[in-house]
């Protein structure tokens, strides 16, 4: 039995606050306008911070997938990495620069230094939740969870949209992460027609990395 | 001495409290020292965030003409969404050049040598719209374009129209980025990033800003660029004790540490840089020595020219002056006047004008040390006194002539009583007192003769006498007569003229001076004692004297001397001749 297409969009909500941890000292001196052009909106880019995921018995992500996930400008791309436990993770660099990722308190994954163009993986077995750091980019920041009874990871959009594909029908509990942050949870049911979901909104001030 | 010893007391005492007050005012010093320094490090760790501050926003104005290339902006906006490497490739040289004369523009802008190293980038970004390298310049210029500085915060803020700066880790290498969005047509293409090192000659600028402090920049716990003023602290120093301070809580929350001692004594705070770069523990030292005086003799070497400039030099000259003055006008009024007075009544002591010293015109010591010289003058005349007869001194005839006589002369002429008989008394004399001895038929009296135990016996002091005239006196006890001499004691050679053979005759003065030296001369050796000195001429000069004396009391037609032993010495008597 094929499974079905569920969509759905994000959708921020206002607000003035970056969301971003707060750092040991001010990271500048100076930001300020340039006093010719107005400022570009601050936005979450929901590609690059967010993941969208269906949690239940349903479907399972199949044990031993691989999920890469690049280095690039500077950072992990997605910032925000979801896994089913027994999965492999694979860290592509494609910076021109080094880096040494490293997530405390996950083992197996101690700051080892990956070139450029390189690539480095670890098996996840044991569910949890890590940050992910890089010891060369200090602000290079992203966050690991493995989840146990992980059924879908959505694909997401520059503009916010996502989709589930092959989601077999079932009960779900659809979540948003941003980080180490859950942004919202859903429960939604699959049935054997294609999901559209409401919008789902969510706010930056309860991110965090 | 009390006002001397008080006023000794007293200076001891202002001595105690003074040397007290400089080791008290050590520790108050050094402790203050400290707290002071701990106080001018954190104004250190002020100042150097606000220079590196003020610099960041000069060089983001330096860079603000680049942000609005035509030229640059338009290469950037031709490059966003191109992925083809061949295009990207040649894109990215025009920007490089375009960057590299921008790069020239700014050194012409700076003009000379010398600031060309401060303008000039240690490395520099030109990004597209999305983030991606275009062109950069520094170490990593050579790579292929299209890697992404997207989420670089210097970056990602500037593609939305900040202007920002920032401290990064690229390449396990430390920058001071600023960077500005680039427009083109009305809208933000791109970026551009300057940066520099943290290289020596910065921080030596950093440390000359702070008045000569010790900096010193570092990546964690690997040192980056230092500036080490002299006398300030060391590299090594501030260094040593970096892993202490990154483990420091304070700096973990963004706040310096508390002053760290560093080996030599100096004192260091640390702290984390402005910027993204803090997370991986990128910040810099400031380390100043610390001054403690180790004594009160360094705490003086310490002073400076200001410092002593600044005492109330008259005032405290006249006070020890002052001070000086009551001590010597103590010393004076207690020592040295009572000295002098006591040395003046000694000198008169010694030249026979007094005998004694005056106690009471001396109070204390003084008068303790005058009563002593009295009594040793006392012990000194008493000892002189029992030494006498041993001790062979020259003669004197002052005191070996005996006084003169005042009113009876009969006794010198053997006239008088007993009581007032000479005791000079010859062995021959003696005799000739007693009837029909031998002696009374000698017309010539006995030579003086010595005892057998070398006291000298008296030397009879005239012949015979004559008839109703009383006897001679006895020698005196212990004193042997000639007579009874044993042989081999040499009798005196000339016999003393005899008063009573002057009977109507001239007496010749100076004979008879002459034989009585010779005569005393042989007693004085009989007895032994010295002649040395004993001239003649002081000789008949004393005789003379004495004669003239006697003669000025007594009516009498001339003097003669007698030479006899008295006390076992060699004596002289002189009798007046009745006219």
Redesign the interface.
């Known amino acids: 039995m094929r499974g079905q297409l569920v969509l759905g969009s994000l959708r921020e909500a206002a607000s003035g606050q970056t969301g971003k941890a707060k750092?040991?000292?001010?990271?500048?001196?100076?930001?300020?306008?340039?006093?010719?052009?107005?400022?570009?909106?601050?936005r979450v880019v929901a590609q690059r911070e967010l993941a969208v995921v269906l949690l239940g018995a349903g479907k399972a992500e199949s044990p031993g997938q691989l999920t890469e996930i690049a280095v690039?400008?500077?950072?992990l791309l997605p910032s925000t990495v979801v896994l089913r436990a027994g999965s492999t993770l694979r860290i592509r660099n494609?910076?021109?620069?080094?880096h040494e990722l490293f997530a405390p308190g996950l083992d197996g994954l101690s700051a080892e230094a990956t070139s450029p163009g390189s690539a480095r993986s670890i098996h996840l077995t044991k569910p949890g939740s890590w940050p992910l750091l890089d010891?060369?980019?200090?602000?290079?920041r992203a966050h690991l969870h493995v989840l146990s009874d992980l059924a879908a990871v959505a694909k997401l959009e520059p503009n916010g949209s996502f989709s589930f594909s092959d989601v077999p029908a079932g009960k779900y509990t659809l979540k948003v992460f941003r980080g180490a942050s859950e942004l919202t949870s859903k429960e939604i049911e699959v049935t054997d027609k294609p999901l559209t979901l409401d919008p789902v909104t969510f706010t930056q001030d309860k991110s965090g990395s | 001495m009390l006002l001397s010893r008080f006023w000794y007391i007293f200076l001891a005492v202002v001595a105690g409290a003074a040397a007290s007050a400089a080791l008290l005012s050590l520790g108050v010093i050094n402790r203050q020292a400290v707290e002071h320094l701990g106080d001018e490090l954190a104004r250190d760790r002020t100042e150097l965030d606000a220079i590196l501050r003020l610099e960041a926003r000069a060089r983001l104005d330096r860079i603000a003409f680049i942000s609005v290339d035509s030229k640059l902006g338009g290469l950037l906006k031709q490059a966003a969404g191109i992925g083809d490497r061949a295009q990207l490739g040649k894109l990215s040289s025009e920007t490089k050049d375009a960057l590299n004369a921008h790069v020239s523009r700014l050194l012409e802008a700076a003009g000379g040598d010398k600031k060309q190293d401060d303008v000039k980038p240690d490395i520099a970004f030109a990004v597209d719209a999305s983030g991606r390298i275009i062109a950069q310049l520094g170490p990593l210029e050579a790579n292929p374009p299209g890697s992404s500085l997207a989420t670089y915060p210097f970056i990602d803020r500037a593609l939305k129209g900040y202007v920002r700066d920032d401290v990064i880790v690229y390449d396990r290498r430390v920058y001071r980025m600023a960077s500005r969005p680039v427009l083109y047509g009305g809208e933000y293409v791109g970026a551009i990033a300057h940066g520099y090192r943290f290289d020596d000659a910065f921080t030596a600028r950093m440390a000359q800003g702070l008045g000569g402090a010790t900096v010193v920049f570092f990546y964690g716990r690997t040192t980056l660029a230092s500036a080490s003023p002299s006398g300030g602290p060391a590299l090594a120093e501030v260094a040593a004790v970096l892993p202490d301070a990154l483990a420091s809580e304070k700096l973990k929350r963004g706040e310096r540490s508390d002053p760290i001692a560093l080996r030599a004594g100096g004192r260091a705070v640390y702290s984390l840089v402005v910027g993204s770069a803090a997370q991986a523990d990128v910040g810099y030292a400031v380390a100043r020595p610390l001054t403690l005086v180790s004594s009160p003799l360094a705490f003086f070497q310490g002073a400076s020219r200001e410092d002593v400039q600044a005492l109330p030099l008259p005032l405290l000259g006249a006070a020890a002056f002052l001070l000086a003055l009551i001590g010597l006008l103590f010393v004076y009024f207690e020592r040295d006047r009572p000295y002098n007075v006591l040395r003046k009544k000694l000198q008169q002591v010694a030249a026979g004008e007094r005998e004694r010293l005056l106690v009471t015109e001396w109070r204390g010591a003084y008068r303790k040390l005058a009563d002593a010289i009295n009594q040793a003058l006392d012990k000194s005349i008493e000892r002189a006194a029992e030494l006498a007869p041993a001790a062979k001194k020259k003669a004197n005839l002052d005191e070996i002539l005996g006084p003169t006589p005042e009113s009876h002369v009969e006794p010198y002429f053997g006239f008088a009583d007993a009581g007032q008989q000479p005791k000079a008394a010859g062995q021959r004399a003696e005799a000739a007192a007693k009837p029909g001895a031998p002696a009374a038929a000698a017309p010539k009296p006995a030579a003086a003769t010595s005892t057998a135990n070398g006291a000298p016996a008296a030397v009879p002091a005239a012949a015979a006498p004559k008839a109703g005239l009383k006897p001679p006196v006895p020698a005196p006890p212990g004193v042997k007569p000639a007579a009874l001499a044993p042989a081999g004691v040499k009798p005196s050679p000339a016999p003393l003229p005899s008063s009573n053979d002057n009977s109507g005759e001239t007496l010749d003065e100076a004979a008879h001076f002459r034989e009585v030296y010779t005569q005393y001369l042989n007693v004085r050796k009989d007895c032994g004692e010295s002649t040395e000195g004993l001239s003649f001429e002081k000789f008949e000069l004393t005789l003379t004297k004495t004669r003239d004396q006697v003669l000025a009391k007594h009516p009498a037609k001339g003097v003669r001397f007698t030479v006899y032993v008295k006390e076992g010495k060699a004596a002289l008597k002189a009798a007046p001749v009745k006219r």
């Open positions: 750092p040991p000292r001010a990271a500048f001196n100076w930001e300020v306008e340039n006093g010719v052009k107005e400022l570009a909106p601050t690039s400008g500077g950072a494609d910076d021109e620069i080094g010891r060369l980019a200090s602000h290079a």
